[in-house]
Structures are given as structure tokens and as C-alpha cells.
């Protein structure tokens, strides 16, 4: 009746006995503070092989662990990426004895191993949700690691550069006339997105989220340069609100000034205030008034009058 049991309470012990044995000493470990864990083998051992590597990592944000040393070895220098080298080593290389060799990886598994420390950089719901990681775009298809533009966020190439290599038609956009000076280099696209997703937007309601940033309090990223645009008003156009600055401006250009939608301003209001008479409204959009005649070229320039178009302090049809 009790031996069974004693042998498995034996068999194991045995077994690491054995293997404990059989196998090489353990190498010096480059952080003698932490203790040895079964196959890490420190970076110093990658050295030699991966020369080219090695030397440019110390300029790369992921070497802090390497000098700290207060890091378990899972989460130091190269084996905190690539997983415990020993068995990769004692094959003196190759693609499939490293644990993690990310050109043999999935997408997932590649952000997998990039999240474990990294997701609490993120909104977790927000990078599952980003349509970047939905359509199997891993943290490697913009960051590298290795070869980096810029040691500062690791990009792989100049941001635009880098959006444009897969958003090929968003750069004929920036050369509009009426334009955010993205290609000239005074803006980025990550001024309004967050490539790694963002929440649902309030304003502009039932559309989707395009990753736009939010700026403080789930406002939309615009408000954050053009602050005049601000608010809160006294008056408010609800349009400016409610549907979004993108309701009237193109985002990344137009040909019309202003980043308009349309070219001729009227028609642009016409699209909400658009039935005739005085004192009806048409869903609940006040129409203008019989005084506005739109045969008088007068009243198309309706800016001309309506100055405070985005929100006034002063006058409730944003006269001043
Ligand atoms: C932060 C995670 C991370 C760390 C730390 C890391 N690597 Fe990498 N490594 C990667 C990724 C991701 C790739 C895939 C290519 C890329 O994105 O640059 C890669 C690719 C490689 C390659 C393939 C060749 C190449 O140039 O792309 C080698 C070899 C390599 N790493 C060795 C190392 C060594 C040696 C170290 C330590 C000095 C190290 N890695 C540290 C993530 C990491
Ligand atoms: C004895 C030489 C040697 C040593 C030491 C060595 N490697 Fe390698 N490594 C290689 C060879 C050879 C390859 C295969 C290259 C190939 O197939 O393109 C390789 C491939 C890799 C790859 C795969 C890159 C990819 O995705 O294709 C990674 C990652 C890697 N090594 C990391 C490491 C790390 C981390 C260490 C230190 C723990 C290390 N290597 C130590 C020789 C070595
Ligand atoms: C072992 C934990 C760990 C893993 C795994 C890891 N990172 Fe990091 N990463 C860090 C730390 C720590 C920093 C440095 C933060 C700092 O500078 O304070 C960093 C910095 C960065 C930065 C630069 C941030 C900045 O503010 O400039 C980028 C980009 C980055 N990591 C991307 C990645 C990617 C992509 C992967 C997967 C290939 C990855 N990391 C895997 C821990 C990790
Ligand atoms: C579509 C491209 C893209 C993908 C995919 C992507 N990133 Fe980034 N990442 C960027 C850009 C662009 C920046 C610079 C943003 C800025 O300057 O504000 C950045 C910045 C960062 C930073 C530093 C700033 C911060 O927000 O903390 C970290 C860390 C980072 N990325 C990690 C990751 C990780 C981890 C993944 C995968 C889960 C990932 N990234 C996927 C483009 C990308
Ligand atoms: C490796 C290719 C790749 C790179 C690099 C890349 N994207 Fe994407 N992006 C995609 C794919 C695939 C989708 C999903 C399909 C689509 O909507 O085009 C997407 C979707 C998007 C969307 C949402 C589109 C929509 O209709 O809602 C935005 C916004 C976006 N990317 C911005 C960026 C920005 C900003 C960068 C640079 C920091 C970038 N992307 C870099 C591949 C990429
Ligand atoms: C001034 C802010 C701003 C900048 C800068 C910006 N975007 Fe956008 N982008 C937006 C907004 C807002 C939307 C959503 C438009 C909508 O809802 O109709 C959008 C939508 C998108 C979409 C999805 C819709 C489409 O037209 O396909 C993509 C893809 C995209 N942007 C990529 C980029 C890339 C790539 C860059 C940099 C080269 C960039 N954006 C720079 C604000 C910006
Ligand atoms: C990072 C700061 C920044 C953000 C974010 C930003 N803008 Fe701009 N915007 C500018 C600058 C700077 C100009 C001046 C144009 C130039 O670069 O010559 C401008 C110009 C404009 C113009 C044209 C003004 C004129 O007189 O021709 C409009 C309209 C506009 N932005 C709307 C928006 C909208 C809508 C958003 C959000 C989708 C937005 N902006 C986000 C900085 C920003
Ligand atoms: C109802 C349509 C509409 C909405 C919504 C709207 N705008 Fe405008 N915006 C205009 C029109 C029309 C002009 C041109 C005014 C003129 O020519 O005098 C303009 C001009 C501008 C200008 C350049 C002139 C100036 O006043 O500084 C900026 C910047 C601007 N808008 C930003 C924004 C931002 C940011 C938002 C969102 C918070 C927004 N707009 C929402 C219609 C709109
Ligand atoms: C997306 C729809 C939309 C667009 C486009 C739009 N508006 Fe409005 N506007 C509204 C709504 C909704 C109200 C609030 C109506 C109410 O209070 O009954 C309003 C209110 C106004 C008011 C104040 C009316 C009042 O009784 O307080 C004026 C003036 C006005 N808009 C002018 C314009 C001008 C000028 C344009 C073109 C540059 C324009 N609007 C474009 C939706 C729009
Ligand atoms: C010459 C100056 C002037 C021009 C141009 C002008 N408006 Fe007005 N608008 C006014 C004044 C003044 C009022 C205040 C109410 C009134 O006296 O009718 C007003 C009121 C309105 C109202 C609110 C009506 C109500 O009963 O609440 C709307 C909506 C409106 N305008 C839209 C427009 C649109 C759209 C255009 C361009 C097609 C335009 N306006 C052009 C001067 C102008």
C-alpha cells in the first residue's frame, strides 16, 4: 500500500539526482548576484558569434538590465528576448535550438514575447482591439530591435516612412495643398494616432476608432494644437462636438483651403441647415432665416458674419 507512493515521492528526487550528474557544470553567470537558472548562460556567451549584435547593444534601452544586474536572468540582456541559450550554444547555433528566434515566430508569439513586459505600457484591451494587432501587424513590423533608425523608440525606419510602407495611399494626403505638414517633418502621424490602438471615441459617435490618440479626457487629439478650438463655450456648435472636427476638415489634407471637405463653405452648412423657410428646422438643426439670401453672393460667405463658427463666448449664433 505505501510504496507505490514512496516511489513516486522518490523517483523524481532521483531523476534530478541523475540529470544533475550527467549534465556540465553551469558557466559563470555575467551576474553572480543572481542565481544560475537551468539553461541561461549570461549575454558575454553570445559574444563571440554574434559580434555585430553585441556591440551596438549597449546602445539600446534593453541593455539597462544587463548593467543594473538586479534582473533575474529571464529578464536580462539578450535571453530575456531570445529565451535560455545554453542548448543553442552547445549546438554552436542554428535557427532552431534558440528558444526564441523571432524570423520562425507567428505574429502572436512575437508580441507574446514582447508583452510580458511590456504590457503595461498599453491599455490591454486597447491592444488587442487596435486594428493593427487584429490584422497580424506584430511590435516587429515597426520596431527592430537590432537595427534600429533611432535608439530613442526603436523604429525601424523615420515614423512616416514607416506608416507609408504599408499605408502607401495616405502620402498623396500630406502633398494636398491645404495639408499637416507631415511629410516636411513638422508633425507625425502619432500626433493623432496611437499605432498600438486606442479607446472608442466619444465624439464623432458610431464610427470606428481609426486609432486616433485621445488627448485629456477622451478628446480628440486636434484640440491638443489647436486649443482655441477648446472650449468649453458658452454657445457651442454642436457639429464641433458632437460629430467631430473631421465632420467639416479632412484630417491629413484636402484640396480645398482650410482642410475643408468642400470647397465652397455654404455648401458645406447646407448640409445641416438645409431647408427652406424661417423658424422650421429640419432634424432639429435651426435652418436660416428668411433675412439669408443665398442668391446674394453676400450671404454664401456665411464665415464672413458667423466668425465664431467653432464655439462663441459671446453670441449665440457665433456672430462674434
Ligand atoms: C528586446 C528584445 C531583444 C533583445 C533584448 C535581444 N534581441 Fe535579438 N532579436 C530580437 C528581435 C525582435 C529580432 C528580430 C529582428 C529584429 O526585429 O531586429 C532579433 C534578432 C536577432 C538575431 C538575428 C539577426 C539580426 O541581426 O536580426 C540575432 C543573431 C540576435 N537577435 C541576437 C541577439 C543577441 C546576441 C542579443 C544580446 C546582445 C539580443 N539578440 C538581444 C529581440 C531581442
Ligand atoms: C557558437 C556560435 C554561437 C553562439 C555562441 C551563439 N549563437 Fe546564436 N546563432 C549562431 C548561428 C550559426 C545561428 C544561425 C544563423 C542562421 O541560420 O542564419 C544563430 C542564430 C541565432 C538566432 C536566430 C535569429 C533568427 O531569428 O533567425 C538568435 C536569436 C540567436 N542566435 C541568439 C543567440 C543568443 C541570445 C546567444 C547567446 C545566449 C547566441 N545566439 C549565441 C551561432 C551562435
Ligand atoms: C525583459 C523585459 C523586456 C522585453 C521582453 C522587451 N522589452 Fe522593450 N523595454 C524593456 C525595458 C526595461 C525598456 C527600457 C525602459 C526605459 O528606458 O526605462 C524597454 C524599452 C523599449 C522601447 C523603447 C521605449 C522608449 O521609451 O524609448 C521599445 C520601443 C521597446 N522596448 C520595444 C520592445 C519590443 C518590440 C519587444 C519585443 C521584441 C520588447 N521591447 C521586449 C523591457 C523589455
Ligand atoms: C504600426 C506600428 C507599431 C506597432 C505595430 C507597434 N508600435 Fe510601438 N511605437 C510605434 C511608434 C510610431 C512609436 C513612437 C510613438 C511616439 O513617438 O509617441 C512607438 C512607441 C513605442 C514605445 C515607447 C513609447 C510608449 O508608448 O511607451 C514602446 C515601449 C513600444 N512602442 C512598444 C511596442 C510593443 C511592445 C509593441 C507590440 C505589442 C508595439 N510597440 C507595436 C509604432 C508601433
Ligand atoms: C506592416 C504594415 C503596417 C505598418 C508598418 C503600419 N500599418 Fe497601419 N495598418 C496595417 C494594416 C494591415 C491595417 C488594417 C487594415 C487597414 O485598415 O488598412 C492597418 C490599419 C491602420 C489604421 C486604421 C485604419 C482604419 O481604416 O481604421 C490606422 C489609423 C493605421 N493603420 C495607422 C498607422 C500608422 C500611424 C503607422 C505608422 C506608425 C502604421 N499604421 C504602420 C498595416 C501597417
Ligand atoms: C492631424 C491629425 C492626423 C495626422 C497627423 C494623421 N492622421 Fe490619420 N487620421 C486622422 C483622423 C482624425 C482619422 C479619422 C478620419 C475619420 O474618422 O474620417 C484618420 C484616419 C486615418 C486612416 C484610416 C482612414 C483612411 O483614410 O484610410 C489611416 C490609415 C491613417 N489615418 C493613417 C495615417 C498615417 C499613415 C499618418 C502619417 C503619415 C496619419 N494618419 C497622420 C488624423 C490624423
Ligand atoms: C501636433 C499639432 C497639431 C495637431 C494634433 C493638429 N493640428 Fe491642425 N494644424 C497644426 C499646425 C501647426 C497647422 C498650421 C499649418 C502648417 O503646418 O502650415 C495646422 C493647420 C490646421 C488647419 C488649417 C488652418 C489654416 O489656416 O489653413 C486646420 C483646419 C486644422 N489644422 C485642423 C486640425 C484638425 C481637424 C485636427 C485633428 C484631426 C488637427 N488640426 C490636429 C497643428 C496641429
Ligand atoms: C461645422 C463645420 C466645422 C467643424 C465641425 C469644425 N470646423 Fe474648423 N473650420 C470650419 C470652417 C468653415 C472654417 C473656415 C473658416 C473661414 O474660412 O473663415 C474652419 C477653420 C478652421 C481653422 C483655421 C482657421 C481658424 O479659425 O483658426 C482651424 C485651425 C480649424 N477650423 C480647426 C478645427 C478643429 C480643431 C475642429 C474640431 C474641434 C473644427 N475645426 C471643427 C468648419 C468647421
Ligand atoms: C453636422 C451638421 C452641421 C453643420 C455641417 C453645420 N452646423 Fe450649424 N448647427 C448644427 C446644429 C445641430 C446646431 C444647433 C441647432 C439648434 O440649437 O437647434 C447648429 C447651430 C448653428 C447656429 C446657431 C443657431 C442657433 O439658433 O443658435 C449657427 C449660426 C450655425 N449653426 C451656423 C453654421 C454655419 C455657418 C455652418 C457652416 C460653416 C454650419 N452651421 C454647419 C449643425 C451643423
Ligand atoms: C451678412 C451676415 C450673415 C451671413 C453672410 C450669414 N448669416 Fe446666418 N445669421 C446672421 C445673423 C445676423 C443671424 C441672427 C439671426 C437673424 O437675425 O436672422 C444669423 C442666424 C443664422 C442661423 C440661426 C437662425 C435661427 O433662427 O436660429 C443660422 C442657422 C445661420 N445664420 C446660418 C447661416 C448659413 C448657413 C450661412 C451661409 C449660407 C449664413 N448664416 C450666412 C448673419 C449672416
Redesign the pocket.
Known sequence: MVRPVAALLLFPALALLAQSQASPPPPTPATPATPAAPGF?G?N??R???ADVWQNFYKNPHSKSLASGKEPPERTG??SC?GP?QG??EA????AT?PR????MTPKQAMQACLTCHENNFDKANIQRSEHTQNDVPCTSCHSIHHPASTKTLLAKKESELCYGCHAGIRAQFEMPSRHRVNEGFMQCSDCHNPHGSFAATWGMGQRSHMVEQALDNETPCLKCHVDKRGPFVYEHPSVRVEGCQMCHNPHGSTNAKLLTRPVVFTLCLECHNAGGSGTRNLGVDLQTSQHNLLDPRYQKCTTCHVRLHGSNADQYFLR
Open positions: 548562460v549575454s556567451a553570445c563571440t558569434c554574434h539578450c535571453e531570445h541559450g543553442h550554444i554552436r547555433g542554428g535557427k534558440i528566434a523571432f524570423s520562425v
